[in-house]
């Protein structure tokens, strides 16, 4: 099956996060030799600054940034875009008339998914940022999707797995999000939303069953693979 669109991906938010979605990309892909594979032009940009410093803690906004990367990508060839970075989306949906090209969002993408999966609900799994922004609250209320927030405490311990990730010790952040998932469930046995891209990579260094994650980076993969494949799509 021959792709049908340019994938731009603006990425670096972390860089191993990135790298995981390059690998689904090709995972989900339905082709049968190289040729068939998807192009995508990936930026990856870890200098981007820090989104849930600018949320939490007035850190360097990232907008400028961002969509500096956004148009780079347009003008090199992309016809739709892909940020795999969830907590990047609060900055990306306040430019949305501004995106030089069509964007696949994560956190639609995502909900999408959990609504299938889990019509009961799911645990919001996510960095500080994304949790204080209701940006993921925003969009499970308009798709009526029940999402479940951890308490302040088990939040600051998800957070601390996330900075695991990012300093490259997952097995680590494994060991720390196992424990976390596990008071969860006691509350409610519903799956976890992997709302943060780091998140992914430390539950595969858990051990436990793919069946409790809805993972954010499989969920804008599985969507950006349909639309590079597809003839027609409007993001909103």
């Known amino acids: 099956m021959i792709p049908k669109k340019t994938l731009g ?33 990936l930026l990856s940009w870890p200098q981007i600054p820090d989104r849930t410093k ?79 922004t209701g940006l993921y609250q925003r969009y499970a209320n308009q798709m009526g999707v029940k999402l479940l927030l951890p308490d302040s405490e088990e939040q600051d311990k998800i957070q601390s797995c996330i900075e695991l990730v990012k300093k490259n010790d997952s097995q680590a952040a494994g060991r720390a999000l196992k424990e976390i998932l596990a008071s969860l469930q006691k509350k409610n046995d519903v799956p976890f939303i992997a ?22 980076l499989e969920a804008l993969a599985v969507k950006c693979i349909s639309v590079i494949y597809s003839d027609v799509y409007n993001p909103y």
């Open 9 to 41: 991906v603006l990425g670096g938010m972390g860089p191993a996060a990135s790298a995981e979605f390059m690998v689904l990309l090709t995972r989900f892909a339905p082709a049968s030799c190289d040729q068939e594979h998807p192009k995508v032009i």
């Open 54 to 132: 600018a949320i939490l803690s007035g850190g360097e906004d990232p907008s400028a940034y961002l969509l500096e990367g956004l148009n780079k990508l347009a003008a090199w060839g992309a016809d739709v875009l892909a940020v795999p970075c969830n907590t990047a989306h609060y900055f990306i949906d306040k430019m949305k008339d501004q995106i030089p090209r069509p964007l696949i969002h994560i956190v639609e993408s995502t909900l999408e998914q959990a609504k299938q999966k889990s019509p009961s609900g799911a645990w919001l799994i996510a960095t500080k940022g994304t949790i204080r």
């Open 195 to 216: 709302a943060c891209t780091e998140i992914p990579l430390a539950f595969e260094a858990t051990g436990l069953g793919n069946n409790l994650m809805i993972s954010s």
